[in-house]
């Protein structure tokens, strides 16, 4: 007793464990929502963050490349056509000497108005370095159109004149006045005149920014090192939109109308970034003394800006609103919210999975406790109920032994009784300690069953003959329905014996105050194969409803068999289950208020068929 109330201390703290955790596992769902929510909106916003400042750093390179050509053809004031010619030709082979992308440019044009106020365009050859006049290219057309307005805005001296785009979109090319971006304030006063004549015209190569810078600009500043890489796409405004370059393939404009960042190309660098790029291409061009550096100037008393300083001839915005490139990024998702929605999503159902199998884990300990707590109690009934079964026999064969010891009984009548009384209690002992040992044979797996065939009728005869004494102290009536043909099966004779006798037993016991039961064999066939049935029936009043589910677990009783204190163990059926199966057949119970029947299904054989070796359940 001791031990069950052990058992019940730790039974009733497992209780409170588990429902403390499916408690805690209720509060902890809401909070580990929120919290998700709040840690994937700040995560969000730091990449959108970082994601805006990869995009600004990928531009600004951009323009950084853009404004060194600007600089390197940035030309010192002269009057003479020949000397501009020449200075030309010498900042382009400069430029291919020194800077770190001189495919950038594809081609230098001179253009000037002549003599018949007419625009002539010359190209610079760089194998001769002279300038060969052609006629304007057909996508120079709106350049050109810009040119003679400004010369017709030029004559009439009124109204505001019209200006050259400094950034031609459709070439593409950078357009800047002859003088401008002289390498000092004067010169680039003098040379900004309304009335300068001459551009110098710097074409870019289309095809080497698509197919070169821009790609390892992406893959500098946007590459994702962890996934896909973002997609990115560089357009030129305009009604239709022409896409200048494209990550992904396969993606339309409108795919990035929900751009995560979006940034300007052409754009005028920052004035500190100005210093240092001009320091380097003052170097290059040695119009810079070496060491010199942007944040170094002459302080004196009336002294100018050092050389180094960016010119005053670069203006704050160098290129217009209109014609510049856009450069469009966004997840492969469609939007990083997207993305993150489903991140978020992903993991609420990773946690959501987490906490589902810790509060199952938590409802399996409370049950598993419950049929724990189930289990010891119907152990403790199993020993009371097999105490006691053991006692009466036991107790009934010591009297009769004492009797006949004292001499109480001398007749011979007498004597026969008490044997036979002393026998047959012997018998219900011996079963009893059989079944134990046969159940606990069947649960460690150590039951070996012999093959033969097998007569039902011969199992049936011996079954009802183990039940005698039963049958005589009940005054029960049992009746056998055999079939006109001998059936025969595969098995163990003793083991499928032993299942008939205790269905036969139960039958009697539970079948009220004036015994029927009968037992039947056929055969029958089903869709695989042939087999036999042995029903034992009563008319007792059944078994309840809520035992039907249970009758086959060790140690069960049901309510009607302990309200009325029938004898037994709770292993009978348990047995006749174990047995029944491991000859390949199977148990079946139909019950009702007219009484029960059970069922073994078994499989046929025929009488000349080979048994095989014993098996183990």
């Not at 033969?452 to 005698?468: F, G, K, M």
């Not at 163990?492 to 009220?512: E, I, W, Y």
């Not at 709770?570 to 019950?591: D, F, P, Q, Y």
């Amino acid at each position: 007793m001791a031990g069950l109330k052990q058992f019940r201390q730790r039974f009733q703290f497992a209780m409170a464990l588990g429902v403390t955790l499916l408690a805690l596992i209720a509060l902890a769902i809401p909070l580990r929502m929120e919290s998700m929510r709040e840690v994937s909106d700040a995560q969000l916003e730091r990449t959108q963050r970082r994601l805006r400042e990869a995009t600004h750093r990928f531009t600004d390179d951009f323009d950084r490349e853009i404004t060194r050509a600007l600089f390197y053809f940035a030309l010192e004031p002269s009057a003479d056509t020949h000397q501009l010619e020449q200075q030309l030709s010498e900042r382009f082979e400069l430029w291919a000497e020194h800077s770190p992308h001189p495919k950038l440019v594809a081609s230098v044009y001179l253009e000037r108005e002549s003599n018949r106020h007419q625009h002539e365009l010359l190209r610079l050859d760089s194998t001769t370095g002279q300038f060969l006049p052609l006629d304007w290219p057909p996508h120079f057309s709106r350049l050109l159109s810009e040119l003679e307005n400004q010369q017709d805005g030029r004559s009439r001296r009124h109204g505001q004149r019209p200006s050259i785009s400094a950034f031609q979109d459709e070439i593409p090319a950078l357009v800047l006045p002859a003088f401008c971006c002289g390498t000092s304030e004067s010169s680039y006063r003098r040379s900004a005149a309304p009335d300068a004549d001459s551009h110098v015209i710097i074409e870019l190569a289309k095809s080497f920014i698509s197919g070169e810078l821009l790609p390892d600009l992406a893959e500098r500043h946007l590459a994702i090192h962890d996934g896909p890489p973002y997609q990115i796409a560089v357009i030129r405004p305009g009604d239709p939109a022409e896409v200048i370059f494209q990550s992904t393939e396969g993606l339309s404009i409108d795919d990035f109308s929900t751009s995560d960042a979006q940034e300007q190309l052409f754009d005028t660098l920052h004035r500190e970034h100005l210093r240092e790029l001009w320091s380097d291409v003052g170097l290059s061009l040695g119009t810079l003394a070496p060491g010199s550096g942007p944040n170094r100037t002459d302080r004196g008393r009336g002294s100018r800006s050092s050389r180094s300083d960016v010119p005053s001839s670069v203006p704050s915005q160098t290129w217009q609103e209109e014609g510049r490139w856009q450069v469009l990024v966004r997840h492969p998702a469609g939007s990083l919210q997207i993305a993150f929605d489903r991140r978020r999503r992903r993991n609420m159902l990773l946690s959501l999975g987490i906490l589902g199998l810790l509060g199952t884990t938590a409802v399996l300990l409370v049950v598993s406790t419950q049929r724990a707590q189930k289990f010891a109690k119907q152990q403790v009934e199993f020993v009371s109920s097999v105490s006691h079964e053991l006692r009466t026999p036991l107790s009934v064969i010591r009297m009769a032994a004492r009797n006949l010891e004292r001499g109480t009984i001398r007749d011979a009548e007498g004597v026969k009784r008490y044997a036979t009384l002393i026998g047959n209690e012997e018998l219900r002992l011996t079963e009893m300690v059989e079944r134990v040992l046969a159940f606990g044979q069947t649960q460690s797996n150590e039951k070996a069953y012999s093959r033969q065939t097998v007569s039902l009728r011969e199992v049936i005869d011996a079954a009802l003959a183990d039940c005698r004494p039963l049958i005589e102290e009940r005054e029960a009536r049992v009746e056998a329905n055999l079939s006109s043909d001998e059936l025969f099966t595969s098995g163990d004779p003793d083991a499928l014996r032993q299942a008939v006798q205790n269905l036969v037993a139960n039958a009697v016991k539970h079948a009220g105050l004036q015994p029927h039961v009968t037992i039947e064999a056929t055969a029958t066939t089903s869709t695989k194969r042939s087999e036999i049935a042995i029903t034992v029936k009563d008319r007792g009043p059944g078994i309840a409803k809520k035992d039907l589910a249970h009758i086959f677990e060790p140690f069960y009783r049901g309510s009607r068999a302990v309200k009325d204190q029938t004898r037994g163990s709770g292993l009978g059926l348990t047995l006749v289950k174990e047995i029944v199966e491991a000859h390949g057949g199977k148990v079946t119970v139909k019950s009702n208020d007219r009484g029960t029947a059970f069922t073994l299904q078994l499989p046929a054989t025929a009488p000349g068929n080979t048994p095989k070796d014993s098996t183990k359940d």
